[in-house]
Nanobody, 122 residues
Framework: QPQLVESGGGLVQPGDSLRLSCAAS????????IGWFRRAPGKEREGVSC????????DYADSVKGRFTISRDNARNTVYLQMNSLKSEDTAVYYC???????????????WGQGTQVTVSS
């Protein structure tokens, strides 16, 4: 069965960086777009970034453009989210999921992971 597992979260100070990993199993990673989402305390789930299945296209939420970079390594069945210049408002549980299309709309995604906690605090 398809499965995604997030890792790499932690406690950092404002301005620091983290790299999150999304490890896939049970399906061909290169056949799906992979998205990162987050849920902050008291807020709804937000689409953060997505990378297409095979043509290199990416999409980002306005709140993270210029700071976050999504990438994939299909040979290792892994998608990454490099997060730089972190802010307190980036604090959230981060999830990855798969979609047949490049989008930040969560309706199209399935096989959600368990999430990894990112806390940005001084």
């Amino acid at each position: 069965q398809p499965q995604l597992v997030e890792s790499g979260g932690g406690l950092v100070q404002p301005g620091d960086s983290l790299r999150l990993s999304c490890a896939a199993s049970g399906f061909t990673l290169g056949s799906y777009a992979i998205g990162w989402f987050r849920r902050a305390p008291g807020k709804e789930r937000e689409g953060v970034s997505c990378i297409s299945s095979n043509d290199g296209r990416t999409d980002y939420a306005d709140s993270v453009k210029g700071r976050f970079t999504i990438s994939r390594d299909n040979a290792r069945n892994t998608v990454y989210l490099q997060m730089n210049s972190l802010k307190s408002e980036d604090t959230a549980v981060y999830y990855c999921a798969r979609s047949p299309v490049l989008t930040l709309r969560s309706f199209f995604f399935n096989s959600w992971g368990q999430g990894t906690q990112v806390t940005v605090s001084s």
